[in-house]
Nanobody
């Protein structure tokens, strides 16, 4: 079964930066859409950023707009989330979600196991 792999999380101080990566276990699967979500302890999972692969269009939750950048790389393929000017409220487990090009909007949602991001004040 296809699964996603997130990496790049870690421990940073207020104002620091991290770059998360997301790849699929099967390199023949090209994304139709990539989304990043995050979940803090005791809170519901929330949307962070979205990228549509074919058009490279993006959008962001207002809480991260201007600080986070979602991007793509055709090799592998890989999706990234560059996070700058991190705040303690950005702390949580970050999950990658993809739909794939073969079925477009009708594709199942594929998830990774998450990567921990912790921002200290």
């Amino acid at each position: 079964q296809l699964y996603l792999i997130e990496s790049g999380g870690g421990l940073v101080q207020l104002g620091g930066s991290l770059k998360l990566s997301c790849t699929a276990s099967d390199r023949t699967f090209v994304p139709y859409q990539v989304r990043w979500f995050r979940q803090a302890p005791g809170k519901e999972r929330e949307f962070v950023a979205r990228l549509t692969w074919s058009t490279n269009s993006t959008n962001y939750d207002n809480s991260v707009k201007g600080r986070f950048t979602i991007s793509r790389e055709y090799a592998e393929p890989t999706a990234y989330l560059q996070m700058d000017n991190l705040k303690p409220e950005d702390t949580g487990v970050y999950y990658c979600n993809q739909k794939h090009i073969d079925r477009g909007p009708s594709s199942p949602n594929y998830w990774g196991q998450g990567t921990q991001v912790t921002v200290s004040s």
